[in-house]
């Protein structure tokens, strides 16, 4: 059974703004710092450990909080989902399946809650686009951006408009694309770890990338930009 006092704790989580950490997750995430996710979790599920929980939280924090960001291209939004992310990891750790991995898990919840809130926030526009894809160097290109790289700062500062321009134009792709767009290129996640999160095939998920590149590098042409 649920306790009074975890359920409070999961209620109560205070998104990782960079200006306002959990204070309470410091001393949990040095008890946690070397034991697995799943150990956490399952000694939230049995034993109602709520510093098992608090340490998932703060191991999680800036990680999800950056790609819920991303995903959504609004902090506010990602306030909002995180805290209702670990809301479900609360409230169905008990369906968590024995043998499964946490972080693919996690992912699932934060990205169906991300798209919920879209479904209520967000107005969707439709992008036309007819223009001719350019060579594989572009993507090449493309894909350097999105990964965010390493660069000196001068680099950095040449490159900031483009970034820009293509942070806004990842935010205008069907939400199939963008989904693994972000997890593979923005998370770093295998194609296989992608595939369990969206529920979907490792080939789909190598297909939607493709996709995905091929639409941003039509968009970046129809701009009049080059790479």
């Known amino acids: 059974m649920v306790s009074h006092d975890s359920y409070s704790q999961a209620r109560s989580i205070d998104r990782p703004d960079p200006d306002r950490l959990i204070s309470s997750t410091v001393n949990a995430s040095e008890q946690g710092a070397e034991q697995t996710d799943e150990d956490l979790l399952h000694r939230f599920r049995v034993a109602d450990d ?3 929980f608090e340490a998932l939280v703060h191991r999680y924090e800036h990680e999800l909080f950056s790609y ?21 990891v609360h409230l169905k750790r008990e369906h968590f399946e024995d043998g499964r991995r946490f972080r693919p898990w996690l992912y699932t919840i934060a990205t169906n809650q991300a798209i919920d809130a879209q479904r209520r926030n967000r107005r969707h526009r439709m992008v036309s686009i007819d223009q001719r894809v350019g060579g594989e160097n572009d993507l090449g290109a493309l894909v350097e951006m999105l990964a965010g790289h390493e660069q000196t700062a001068d680099e950095q500062l040449e490159d900031e408009e483009s970034r ?5 134009a990842v935010k205008e792709l069907p939400e199939s694309l963008k ?39 039509e968009s970046w042409y129809a701009s009049g930009k080059s790479l």
């Open 179 to 217: 989904g693994a767009l972000l997890l593979v290129y923005h998370q770093g996640m295998k194609y296989r770890e992608a595939a369990e999160v969206l529920g979907i095939p490792v080939g789909t998920v190598k297909s939607r990338l493709h996709s995905a590149l091929l639409k941003l590098n």
């Open 164 to 168: 820009q321009w293509v942070r806004s």
């Open 68 to 88: 819920l960001r991303r995903y959504l291209g609004s902090a506010e939004m990602a306030e909002d989902v995180f805290q209702a992310t670990f809301l479900q």
């Open 50 to 52: 709520s510093r098992a």
